[in-house]
């Protein structure tokens, strides 16, 4: 999820990663993680910070643009991001000569993958 505050919609995080915010806590399926009372703020929002320690969603910050990427969850779902360091990636570029993903390091880098299955 995209975030322009570190503050998070009940709804769009429903929509956007599947757990509901419930009064046990942040739920995806049968799986319930509660949250601490400081999580939910008095306008229903809930605190990026709290989803980053309770259900180990990433979160990474942009200062600059006041922006943050807040990732998948970790618990409960079997996967695991385990650092937030890209492999070694050579590809071919538009010309077809080799592209060496390390050569942009330090820089912000979006990467697109498509499969058409």
């Not at 999820?1 to 995080?13: G, K, Y």
């Not at 949250?35 to 929002?45: F, K, N, S, V, Y």
């Not at 570029?93 to 912000?108: E, H, T, V």
């Amino acid at each position: 999820m995209i975030l322009t505050e570190l503050l998070v919609e009940p709804a769009e995080l429903e929509a956007r990663t599947g757990w509901a915010i419930k009064p046990l806590g942040a739920c995806l399926g049968d799986i319930c993680v509660p949250l601490p009372e400081r999580a939910r703020r008095d306008d229903g929002r809930i605190r990026a910070e709290a989803l980053t320690e309770r259900l180990g969603m990433p979160l990474v910050a942009d200062p600059d643009h006041k922006v943050w990427a807040l990732g998948p969850a970790t618990k409960g779902t079997g996967r695991a991001l385990t650092t937030a360091v890209a492999p070694d990636l050579v590809l071919p570029d538009a010309d077809g000569k080799p592209f060496d993903l390390s050569s942009l390091r330090g820089q912000k880098v979006v990467l697109v993958a498509w499969a058409s299955w």
